[in-house]
C-alpha cells in the first residue's frame, strides 16, 4: 500500500472512531489531527472537509457492511442460520452498543436532524443491510413485498434492541433480547 493510501486510511479510521464515539457534529478536524498525529495540512491534502472525511468514512463502513455479508453467505448455507448471525452482531458488538449505541443507527440519526445530503449517503448503509436480509427471505421463499417486509422489521427489531441497551446502558437486557430476537427469527422464517 502507498505512503498516501496508508494516510487515507489512518484519517477515515480514526474519524470513524471520534464519529462513532463523539459524533459527527462534536467531532473536529482538530481531534482527528489530535488522534492521528498528522498536519492539519496532510489532513485537509487528502479531504477538503469534515464532510469529504463523512463521506469516506460511510463508503468505508458500508464495503466493511458488504464484505461481512458475503462472508457470511459463502460460509453459512442455511438462510436462518445466516439471519441468526445477523442478530449475534447485537453480542459481538455489545461493550460498543452499550456505550455508543449502533455505530450505523446513532450517524443516521444524528444526520438526518441537520444534514439532509450527508443523510440521504448515509442511508447506504441501512439499505445495504436491508437489501441483504431481503435476498435471505426471497430464498425462503417470501415474496417479493413479503421478504421487504421482514427485512425491515429484522432492521427496526435490531435498531430498537441497540437504542434500549444504549440508553439503559443495560447488557442483561441487551441478551436477553437478543436470544428472543434469535428465536424469532426461527419462527418468521417458518412461516
Not at 489530535?34 to 469516506?56: A, Q
Not at 444524528?110 to 445530503?117: A, C
Amino acid at each position: 500500500m502507498k505512503q498516501g493510501d496508508k494516510t487515507k486510511q489512518l484519517i477515515l479510521s480514526t474519524a470513524n472512531q471520534l464519529f462513532y464515539q463523539q459524533g459527527f457534529a462534536k467531532t473536529s478536524l482538530n481531534d482527528i489531527v489530535k488522534l492521528t498525529g498528522l498536519s492539519k495540512g496532510n489532513i485537509t491534502y487528502h479531504f477538503k472537509s469534515k464532510k469529504d472525511i463523512l463521506f469516506g468514512v460511510v463508503k468505508m463502513r458500508n464495503t466493511d457492511i458488504k464484505n461481512r455479508l458475503d462472508s457470511w453467505n459463502n460460509e453459512i448455507s442455511v438462510v436462518p442460520d445466516r439471519l441468526e448471525r445477523f442478530c449475534d452482531i447485537l453480542m459481538v458488538e455489545q461493550e460498543n452498543l452499550i456505550k455508543y449505541g449502533c455505530p450505523m443507527g446513532t450517524l443516521i440519526g444524528e444526520l438526518s436532524k441537520n444534514e439532509p445530503e450527508l443523510y440521504e449517503m448515509s442511508l447506504q448503509m441501512l439499505d445495504t443491510f436491508r437489501h441483504w436480509l431481503k435476498q435471505q427471505f426471497k430464498q425462503l421463499g417470501f415474496s417479493n413485498n413479503k421478504a421487504e417486509e421482514n427485512s425491515l422489521e429484522l432492521l427496526s427489531r435490531a435498531q430498537g434492541i441497540s437504542a434500549i441497551a444504549h440508553l439503559t446502558k443495560d447488557a442483561e437486557f441487551l441478551k436477553s433480547a437478543t436470544t428472543k430476537f434469535k428465536s424469532y427469527i426461527h419462527v418468521i422464517a417458518q412461516s
